[in-house]
């Protein structure tokens, strides 16, 4: 399984951007689908996921403002970032979580960055 992740970017405070994650292979629906972030200096930490293309859950910081969602035939899961604030600045990574096995993927890492 191989994660691509894209959509990063600059923006101002109360912008918005979507990060994408395309995965090789036919995992989506199998595996739980992860967003990761991690700002310089702190640890990685989870920000939404999704189960089954539906089940979706959120980190208390990012809940009301952020999205997950997944396209089944694009095997792609989405997350839209709406009311960004400079505290969402880090560096977004993909996860892909196997239930059964409990091994997981890795994405490479796309910057966010949000001015004030």
């Known amino acids: 399984v191989q994660l691509q992740a894209s959509g990063g970017g600059l923006v101002q405070a109360g912008g918005s951007l979507r990060l994408s994650c395309t995965a090789s292979?036919?995992?989506?629906?199998?595996?739980?689908m992860r967003w990761y972030r991690q700002a310089p200096g702190k640890q990685r930490d989870l920000v939404a996921s999704?189960?089954?293309?539906?089940?979706?859950d959120y980190a208390d910081s990012v809940k009301g403002r952020f999205t997950i969602s997944g396209d089944n035939a694009k095997s792609t899961v989405f997350l839209q970032m709406n009311s960004l604030e400079p505290e969402d600045t880090a560096v977004y990574y993909c996860?892909?979580?196997?239930?059964?096995?409990?091994?997981?993927?890795w994405g490479q890492g796309t910057q966010v960055t949000v001015s004030s």
């Open positions: 996860n892909s979580l196997n239930p059964y096995t409990k091994y997981e993927w």
């Open positions: 292979g036919n995992i989506f629906r199998l595996n739980t």
């Open positions: 999704i189960t089954g293309g539906d089940r979706a």
